[in-house]
């Protein structure tokens, strides 16, 4: 079993900066590792990835070049570091792991596990 747990939620004032943490214990190889988000009375939508053994990362457009995902494998952890912070970047913030495959995942079914989200919150 797998379990996830994110941290580094919090308030912060736009333009501001947060990283959130995801540990991963338990059966801990996987593929690839994400964030998504999820915003009051919204879909969760696809944040970021990255492939747990190459490094490479992918993210949505309205995060890109103001988010960076990155991991330590040592420590089984993935990490979001994210400046530049807009209201609109309020949400829930989940983790999520993915046990196989080599390419880029964007889907939340295509994750196999979740952790229990963090929440974000920016203020204007």
């Known amino acids: 079993q797998v379990q996830l747990v994110e941290s580094g939620g919090g308030l912060v004032q736009a333009g501001g900066s947060l990283r959130l943490s995801c540990a991963a214990s338990?059966?801990?190889?996987?593929?690839?590792m994400g964030w998504f988000r999820q915003a009051p009375g919204k879909e969760r939508e696809f944040v970021a990835t990255i492939n747990w053994s190459s490094g490479s990362t992918y993210y949505a457009d309205s995060v890109k070049g103001r988010f960076t995902i990155s991991r330590d494998n040592a420590k089984n952890t993935v990490y979001l570091q994210m400046n530049s912070l807009k209201p609109e970047d309020t949400a829930v913030y989940y983790c999520?792991?993915?046990?196989?495959?080599?390419?880029?995942?964007?889907?939340?079914?295509?994750?196999?596990?979740w952790g229990q989200g963090t929440q974000v919150t920016v203020s204007s």
């Open positions: 338990g059966r801990t190889f996987s593929s690839s």
């Open positions: 999520a792991l993915r046990l196989s495959g080599t390419s880029y995942y964007v889907k939340e079914y295509q994750y196999n596990y």
